[in-house]
Nanobody, 126 residues
C-alpha cells in the first residue's frame, strides 16, 4: 500500500551537512499522514530522529534538536531531513517511515509505524 524510497545519504566530515529525501508512493495520502526518520547504528537499537505530519506538527529527538530539520512536501509526497552540524555519532542507516496516525509523545517509537523504506547510509568522519 505504501512504498518508501530514501536517497541522499553519503559520507561527510564532522560539521558538514546532508539532505535526505524519501519519496512515498501510496494509494492514498492517508497512509503518509505521519512520516518520520529513524536511524540505526551498528550494534544499537533503532531510534527515532524526527517526525512530521501533513498538517505541520513536528517533533525531534533531543540529540538532533537544533541541528536537523524535517519537512514534507505534500504535493510531491516527499519527506526531507536537512542535517547540519553533523557529528560522528550521527553515523547510522537512516530509515523513512510512514503511517496514518500521529502518536504524540510516542511518535518516535518505531513500533508505531507500519511502512518502512530500505534505508540510506550516513557516515560522518571526525
Amino acid at each position: 500500500q505504501v512504498r518508501l524510497v530514501e536517497s541522499g545519504g553519503g559520507s561527510v566530515q564532522a560539521g558538514g551537512s546532508l539532505r535526505l529525501s524519501c519519496v512515498a508512493s501510496a494509494y492514498t495520502s492517508r497512509y503518509t499522514y505521519c512520516m518520520a526518520w529513524f536511524r540505526q547504528a551498528p550494534g544499537k537499537q533503532r531510534e527515532g530522529v524526527a517526525v512530521t505530519t501533513t498538517d505541520g506538527t513536528t517533533k525531534y529527538a533531543d540529540s538532533v534538536q537544533g541541528r536537523f530539520t524535517i519537512s514534507k512536501d505534500n504535493a510531491k509526497n516527499t519527506l526531507y531531513l536537512q542535517m547540519n552540524s553533523l557529528k560522528p555519532e550521527d553515523t547510522a542507516m537512516y530509515y523513512c517511515a510512514a503511517d496514518t496516525t500521529y502518536w504524540g509523545r510516542d511518535s518516535l517509537v518505531d513500533a508505531k509505524y507500519n511502512y518502512w523504506g530500505q534505508g540510506t547510509q550516513v557516515t560522518v568522519s571526525s
